[in-house]
């Protein structure tokens, strides 16, 4: 029902920014929670940021927190992460997925998932 789609990966410097794209396919965009993940070689997958299907919500892990911030343009059915002051403990492959229930997405339970961007940061 849904497809993901993930670019703006790359490398960059230490303290840089890089802003991420997330195009869903899907009439029913709209409707959908939207997070954000990132995957470190050797670790395990954690939970980035959320956003509610209005955009209206949002939430954060608190090591991003200030840091990070996503958003939505549902006429375009995209969902974007906008990161700044990158650290090299940032580089992962970063993913977005949907989930239709703000509840199972405020649980990390997710139904469909994009798959991944390389996000490299150099010191």
Request: proline share 2%; charged share 15%.
């Amino acid at each position: 029902q849904v497809q993901l789609v993930e670019s703006g990966g790359g490398l960059v410097q230490a303290g840089g920014s890089l802003r991420l794209s997330c195009a869903a396919s899907g009439r029913a965009f709209s409707s959908y929670a939207m997070g954000w993940f990132r995957q470190a070689p050797g670790k395990e997958r954690e939970f980035v940021a959320v956003i509610s299907s209005s955009g209206g919500v949002t939430n954060y892990a608190d090591s991003v927190k200030g840091q990070f911030t996503i958003s939505r343009d549902n006429a375009k059915n995209t969902v974007y992460l906008q990161m700044n002051s990158l650290k090299p403990e940032d580089t992962a492959v970063y993913y977005c997925a949907a989930q239709a229930s703000w509840l199972r997405a405020l649980r990390y339970d997710y139904s469909y998932w994009g798959q991944g961007t390389q996000v490299t940061v150099s010191s």
